[in-house]
């Protein structure tokens, strides 16, 4: 029996398990630096400030959010299409 893990990934192959999470995660990067840029401009410094130290918060609520999604998109695959390859 042949395990999905137990061959060697090609970068392609690499490339097409991470792609979805990377370019999630650069949208919202450039997300909090644009809202960074409006609140800085558009209100005081207080108002950024706050944002600034709340934004760690988000990002590792956001990046468990990802992560869980990430895990729930994989489950399907393992439990009802390729039973036979995961043990």
């Known amino acids: 029996?042949?395990?999905?893990?137990?061959?060697k990934f090609t970068f392609k192959e690499?490339?097409?398990f991470v792609a979805q999470?990377?370019?999630?995660m650069v949208f919202i990067s450039l997300y909090t630096i644009i809202d960074g840029i409006f609140i800085s401009?558009?209100?005081?410094?207080d108002a950024l400030a706050s944002i600034n130290i709340i934004l760690p918060i988000?990002?590792?609520i956001l990046g468990?959010?990802?992560?869980m999604g990430t895990?729930?998109?994989y489950f399907p695959l393992k439990v009802c299409l390729f039973p036979h390859l995961f043990p």
């Open 41 to 45: 401009n558009l209100t005081s410094p």
């Open 1 to 7: 029996m042949d395990y999905l893990f137990s061959k």
């Open 58 to 60: 988000f990002n590792v």
């Open 21 to 24: 999470t990377v370019i999630s």
């Open 64 to 67: 468990f959010s990802i992560m």
């Open 71 to 73: 895990g729930v998109y």
């Open 14 to 16: 690499f490339l097409k």
